[in-house]
């Protein structure tokens, strides 16, 4: 039994290096997400509390806590980002995939 381990360095997108189809967009919905928990901690919100400043319903917030952004928009996400925080700035970068190899190669 060989007890080396290769190490494979990943693509930027943990959704693209497990092949998944809209890697792309679930890297941004889980970004907005990372964003939106991080706003709700730095402003020590509950969801509820975030639900009577936002009109999001709780359970909106409950679910992206807990990680299960599979029913939300990317547009959606957006809109509930700009509820908690009106100076919100979002920029967007696109490149194809081989772009984003070399980009990463690069590093």
Request: net charge negative; charged share 20%.
């Amino acid at each position: 039994m060989n007890d080396e381990l290769e190490l494979i360095h990943g693509s930027g997108n943990v959704y693209r290096d497990l092949g998944r189809a809209n890697a792309s967009l679930e890297q941004a919905r889980a970004l907005a997400a990372v964003k939106i928990i991080s706003l709700l901690d730095v402003r020590q919100l509950s969801i509820h509390d975030a639900e009577k400043i936002t009109g999001v319903s709780y359970t909106e917030f409950s679910q992206i806590r807990n990680a299960q952004l599979h029913r939300f928009t990317l547009d959606r996400m957006i809109i509930i980002l700009s509820k908690l925080d009106a100076d919100l700035e979002i920029g967007m970068t696109f490149a194809t995939h081989s772009t984003a190899q070399v980009h990463n190669a690069l590093r």
